[in-house]
């Protein structure tokens, strides 16, 4: 009784609770949300409401006991929000004791009444529970309280299959966190049997390691001897099972997690004995490491990255030339592979974090020098632009960098971490010598990409006399050697111990111009006033004093040739060369002068150039010498000076002297051949500086790169170098305006790549044949194809001299065969250096299109272009040749065809442009394919553009308009044309849309002819005649169709009815609308989609046609039309499309006719009365003759006052069942018996009883109306129709 009284309060209270605020039960709503922000935002508001009731005890009884059934939700995302919502509560309510909820916590969830399929959640319960309490902040503040939940964690803690190792990890918190007296009085003695098996799982293990980190003095030596019989954690006694532990640790973590915090509580308490190397040594070295598995290897270099921060200088020294680096090298070097896991990113992120938190530059550079020296055959692990270098503090950076220079000037390899994987182990072949020479070697080129990565790094502050010290260092080492020291020179002080070989010096030298480069394109450096002048007018390129950078190193340069008591060059000078050399500085000495008199963009342009090349001279001399002699003679010329050479022939057979921007082109296409980024871009700014003295004999070299019919000279003129592996071009200004015919060499270069297999075989062939023969004649000198003869007729002396004769036929095969794969080789890289020149030549072409649109040269790029783009398309290519189709498509359409600025006087060429629309329009028309033929269309609308707006010399007098009375004319408003020959474009454009209209197959496409007509409505007058027969006369149906609809867009064009009279105008609508007539005449069965395209079309040109009639008033006979349009609705397959049934009656609605409304659907035809229906199985539903739809069939015809009554009564009823239909879903229909569809289907769930009952209350019901029918005396319902 008790219990039932317990209960019935309990739920009134709940009622209560209920009923009183619908938004307070929301919050849990809230809380059990899988989002956090939800989460959070429900625990605040269910704090804000209890605060706001604090008296109300059965609020904060109801919410407790909500909250601690949550902790046990099904849903995984729920449990931790009931968690954080009871800790805040508990936190904010200290009313309520923790051990009062952690009482109802264990009634809710004790584990020994739990249910089987409950005890997981059971488990998730307890375990939250108490991360609640501990998270309430109150648990040292109650003993009892948290002695048990430590009870608890500690039997949760057997559970490891579903909570692992949370409990433990939860309870080393809570040791933590609680003060030194707590833990000594309440836990010690209960965690005393825990902290006695330390060595048995990781989490006991982290469970002492935090007690004595935590309070030292309760778990002191002789505590800990009394609890692990040791005074200590790290010693030789308890190494292996430490070993043993750890290894548990490492295995029970995936490899891409973090370090197990047990390891790193383990260190950092080694560290804390004074026991360390012991624990590198013993436990990490010899005994992680030598398990050779990879969670363990993976802790090791997660061990070493985490203990950077923690260690002494010495002891970063000892674990970084340690094995754990060694084994971590190996792991880097093995990994390169796709789909491998690599440790290197989170080696990277703890080192940069180490140096972005240390404050002392010796450990920075102890850190940087160790991974630096860790070395496979002499090349780093770690990458040349190693980004954590951003954090190097300014000392430390600059130590760095002098260990740097000394390493590559003395290589240590002793210091160095050697290492080399099994695989290198085995198919290493050198000798020691031979292996010393190659490691140190490969040490020097990662040093000085090292600095050289560090000068071009963003991220690190950099100052100007660090930059330049950098690169006299590369310089000085790519070209010069000491001969004795100097202190004017810092890098004749120290002599290389090792010398220098050729291949080091070659690195060194790419690497000074990848730098110089990169200096040519950044922001001045320093704080200094000069330099921030600089950064604010974004002046690239200088150093502070204002002088390029190129200029500082031809300065350092000179110095250095000028001192040759103590520097040497590798490979001096020639006389031509020295001379070249010291002609150049004069003449950019003298630019300078005259630059400070009068600045121009000439003077700039030539002395980038000059330097440019003559700082090239140190690489490659014997080509730099004859472009600076080439740069002179341009120079005297383009100031004014007149040169005595004579290098080409006039016409009338003098000697005639190129202009000197034709010099500068034929340099910068030299220069352009050699594979370096600091003089394609060099180039690129020197022609955009000159590119405003173009000539056409200039611009005519640039276009013969570009020229496919040229690859024949292209081929020649490329010299592929096997041993460097770069490319030299040779520049031949005589022969490069020579013609050829061309054809060959584009029908070769096109068909290369298709006819490259059939070749192959054919030469294969004919090599099989020629080396059987010669094998058939080696046998037969040898007697060996004797007939009968076996081979044991041949003596010993004759087989040996056959043996000999055949190896000499087999070797001499296979150097054919080999020199023949090397010239396809040869071929095939003489064709990817081909067109790479072409794709930086065409930097060229769009620097001039940007900066010099209004320039009359401009047309002359258009047909170079479309010939390269006619070439790429009609040849199989690979990337990089679609690579050059795709940037020359992208300069022909937006740097020329799209550019906003274009030449404004025409005039003298007015007729060759005229010529070359032309061209192009026949040209388009000419095509195979329809994108080629868009590209020469657009060129033609260019130059439609191009001529129209510019202003015409003789005005032509305006044509005149009827009046619309009749008898006098009003001039006509004609659209501006410019120097655009309507005449000739519209007779030009005419023809193109007539083969449009009239070829079955033509490139050309309606968007073109739309495109023309909205740019340049200046042309439609001409070519609508065309366009109106082709309605009835186009070559197919699309054809008549985009008839119809280029129509109806030049109806639309305010522009183009101004430039016809009124009379013109409504000839062209009657024409329009009888031809539109005639094709909707001829329209017959709609048997395709190519049927109704058209008819669309027509429809819509008709619609405008019949709107503008109406609106705008020209007499336009419609009479017929109506009489058409029914016919047409007729054909069979017309009611197919939606779309143009809509457009028929919209047509049909402005010609006065509505469209009929749409018909029902007719009734389904009544079934026979007579047949008896079938017995229905399933019980509980109406007879088929007690269903509405049979009381809306016709009854007899009573008398008025018995219809009123049994009609009232039937309504009632009507209603009454249709309620009862609706509630159970079932809605009774407007068809038949027979077509009436299946009862819904009941809910498996439903019991026999249920439906037998239901059954039977519906017969109770039907026997009730029959007796108020009887008793009021109406007749009962006839099943059939009277």
């Known amino acids: 009784m008790e219990s039932n009284g317990g209960a019935e309060a309990s739920s009134s209270a709940g009622e209560r609770l209920l009923g009183q605020s619908r ?204 609890l692990l019989g040791t005074s200590a954690v790290v010693t ?168 740097i220079k000394g390493m590559f000037l003395a290589p240590d390899l002793d210091s160095c971490v050697e290492f080399a994987t099994k695989r290198q182990e085995q198919n290493e072949k050198k000798t020691d010598m031979e292996l010393t020479e190659h490691t140190v070697t490969r040490l020097r080129k990662w040093l000085i990409a090292r600095l050289v990565g560090i000068a071009e790094n963003p991220q690190i502050k950099r100052e100007e006399e660090f930059v330049i010290d950098i690169a006299r260092f590369c310089f000085f080492h790519a070209f010069f050697k000491t001969r004795k020291p100097i202190s004017k020179i810092p890098e004749t002080e120290t002599v290389p111990s090792v010398p220098l070989n050729e291949s080091t010096r070659a690195a060194t030298a790419d690497l000074f111009f990848s730098l110089l480069q990169h200096l040519n394109t950044m922001p001045a450096l320093g704080e ?47 006389e031509e060369a020295q001379f070249a050399w010291d002609r150049m500085l004069q003449t950019v000495e003298a630019l300078r002068r005259r630059e400070q008199k009068t600045l121009t963009l000439k003077t700039t342009a030539f002395q980038h150039l000059l330097l440019l090349v003559g700082i090239h001279l140190f690489k490659s001399p014997a080509e730099c010498v004859s472009l600076l002699n080439d740069l002179q003679n341009c120079t005297k010329r383009a100031f004014g000076e007149k040169p005595k050479k004579k290098t080409s022939v006039s016409a009338d057979g003098e ?44 611009l005519r070299l640039i276009l013969d790169v570009l020229d496919p019919q040229q690859d024949q000279d292209e081929e020649s003129t490329v010299v592929v170098v096997e041993e460097a592996q770069k490319t030299k071009k040779k520049s031949l200004p ?22 490259a297999p059939e070749t192959e075989s054919e030469d294969e062939g004919e090599a099989d044949e020629a080396f059987r023969s010669m094998l058939t004649n080696v046998l037969q000198a040898g007697n060996a194809l004797g007939g009968d003869d076996s081979d044991d007729d041949l003596d010993d002396e004759t087989m040996m001299s056959l043996d000999g004769n055949l190896s000499a036929l087999f070797a001499e095969q296979r150097k054919r065969v080999q020199a023949k794969k090397d010239e396809k080789e040869k071929m095939r890289k003489e064709k990817i250096l081909r067109r790479e020149f072409k794709i930086k030549v065409l930097d060229l072409v769009e620097v001039f299109l940007a900066k010099q649109p209004e320039n009359p040269l401009v047309f002359r790029v258009i047909e170079p272009l479309l010939s390269v783009i006619e070439q790429s398309m009609s040849s199989d290519s690979d990337k990089q040749e679609q690579d050059y189709l795709r940037k020359t498509a992208d300069i022909f359409t937006n740097s020329l065809c799209r550019s906003k600025q274009y030449c404004r006087n025409v005039g003298p060429i007015r007729e060759e442009l005229h010529d070359q629309l032309e061209s192009l329009v026949k040209r388009a028309c000419k095509q195979r394919d329809s994108t080629v033929a868009l590209y020469c269309f657009s060129a033609s609308l260019y130059l439609c553009r191009v001529l129209k707006g510019n202003v015409a010399a003789p005005e032509a007098t ?31 454009y005419k023809e193109a849309l007539s083969l449009f209209f009239n070829k079955r197959k033509s490139p050309l496409t309606g968007s073109m002819f739309l495109d023309l007509f909205e740019r340049h409505p200046v042309i439609c007058k001409q070519l609508i005649p065309t366009v109106v027969k082709s309605i009835t006369e186009g070559a197919r149906q699309p054809q008549q169709a985009q008839a119809c609809l280029l129509l109806q867009k030049a109806l639309q064009m305010r522009d183009f009815k101004l430039s016809l009279s009124e009379k013109e105008w409504e000839e062209l609508m009657r024409d329009g609308t009888r031809q539109v007539t005639k094709t909707l005449k001829a329209v017959g069965e709609f048997k395709i989609k190519v049927d109704q395209e058209k008819v669309i079309r027509c429809l819509e040109l008709l619609s405008c046609l019949i709107k503008m009639a109406t609106k705008q008033g020209p007499a336009v006979d419609l009479t017929e039309l109506p009489a058409v349009l029914r016919v047409l609705g007729e054909q069979p397959g017309f009611g197919k499309s939606a779309r143009l049934t809509d457009l028929y009656w919209h047509v049909m609605k402005l010609l006065g006719f509505a469209r009929p409304a749409k018909e029902k659907a007719p009734p389904k035809p009544v079934a026979d009365p007579d047949p008896v229906p079938k017995k229905q199985k399933k019980k509980g539903f109406l007879p088929a003759t ?97």
């Not at 640790?249 to 997690?257: H, P, S, V």
């Not at 974004?538 to 520097?567: C, F, M, R």
């Open 236 to 403: 030789e006694e308890n190494i292996p099972r430490l070993v043993e532990v750890l290894k548990m640790a490492a295995k029970t973590e995936r490899k891409d997690r973090g370090l197990p915090t047990v390891g790193l509580d383990l260190m950092k308490v080694a560290l804390q004995e004074g026991r360390f190397e012991l624990f590198w040594t013993d436990v990490v070295e010899n005994g992680l490491l030598a398990d050779h598995a990879g969670p363990c290897s993976y802790m090791c270099y997660r061990l070493l990255g985490s203990a950077l921060p923690l260690l002494s200088l010495k002891q970063l020294k000892m674990i970084l030339q340690g094995e754990v680096m060694r084994h971590y090298g190996v792991h880097v070097v093995s990994t390169k592979l796709p789909n491998r896991f690599k440790f290197a990113p989170e080696m990277e992120v703890l080192v940069g974090s180490f140096l972005e938190g240390c404050g002392d530059p010796k450990k920075q550079v102890a850190v940087m020098v160790g991974f630096s020296t860790l070395t496979n055959h002499g090349y780093p692990v770690v990458p040349s632009f190693w980004r954590v270098a951003r954090h190097l503090l300014p000392d430390a950076l600059l130590n760095y960098i002098q260990w």
């Open 1186 to 1282: 007690k269903l509405r739809k049979n009381r809306k069939k016709a009854a007899p015809v009573p008398s008025r006052e018995e219809g009123t009554e049994s009609g009232s009564k039937e309504a009632v009823a009507g209603k009454k069942k249709r309620k009862r239909k609706k509630n159970r879903g079932g809605g009774g229909g407007e068809g038949d018996g027979p077509e009436r569809a299946p009862p819904a289907k009941k809910s498996p769930s439903e019991s026999k009883e249920n439906k037998a009952g239901r059954g039977n209350i519906l017969e109770k019901k039907r026997r009730l109306k029959k007796k108020k029918g009887k008793k009021a005396g109406t007749p009962p319902a006839r099943k059939g129709p009277v």
């Open 655 to 698: 000697e005639e002297e190129p202009e000197w921007v034709e010099v500068i082109v034929e340099v910068l296409l030299s220069l352009l051949a050699q594979s370096s980024a600091l003089i394609r871009r060099v180039c690129r700014s020197v022609f955009a500086l000159v590119c405003q003295h173009m000539t056409e004999a200039a």
């Open 734 to 755: 005589d022969e490069s305006d020579d013609g050829m015919s061309g054809e060959s060499s584009a029908e070769e270069d096109s068909s290369e790549e298709d006819n």
């Open 528 to 574: 200094s006033a000069e330099a921030e002048e600089l950064r604010k007018k974004h002046l690239h390129g200088l150093a502070a004093s204002g002088e390029p950078w190129i200029y500082v190193a031809v300065q350092y340069a000179n110095t250095l040739l000028s001192d040759k008591k103590h520097v040497e060059a590798v490979t001096p000078f020639s």
């Open 23 to 226: 938004e307070f039960l929301d919050f849990f709503w809230e809380i059990a949300r899988p989002e956090q922000e939800r989460r959070v935002g429900g625990t605040q508001g269910l704090l804000a409401h209890l605060k706001e009731r604090r008296k109300d005890g059965d609020l904060l009884k109801y919410t407790l006991k909500r909250l601690v059934v949550g902790l046990g939700a099904t849903r995984e995302a729920s449990r931790p929000g009931f968690s954080l919502a009871l800790a805040q509560v508990l936190q904010g309510f200290e009313e309520i004791s923790l051990l009062s909820a952690l009482d109802e916590i264990k009634e809710k969830y004790g584990l020994g009444k739990v249910k089987k399929k409950l005890f997981r959640n059971a488990l998730f319960g307890n375990f939250f529970g108490v991360l609640a309490l501990f998270q309430s902040g109150r648990l040292a503040k109650e003993p009892k309280a948290l002695s048990e939940c430590v009870q608890l964690l500690q039997s949760l803690s057997e559970h490891h299959a579903h909570l692992k190792d949370l409990p433990r990890k939860t309870l080393a918190d809570i040791v933590a966190e609680i003060p030194e007296t707590v833990f000594e009085e309440v836990l010690f003695g209960i965690l005393e049997d825990e902290l006695s098996a330390a060595f048995s799982t990781p989490g006991q293990l982290y469970l002492l390691l935090v007690g004595i980190q935590k309070f030292p003095r309760v778990l002191g030596p002789e505590k800990l001897k009394a």
């Open 958 to 988: 305006p044509k005149k308009k009827p009046n619309s009375s009749g008898g006098s004319d009003v001039p006509v408003a004609q659209p501006p044309a410019g120097s655009l020959d309507l005449e000739r474009a519209a007779t030009a």
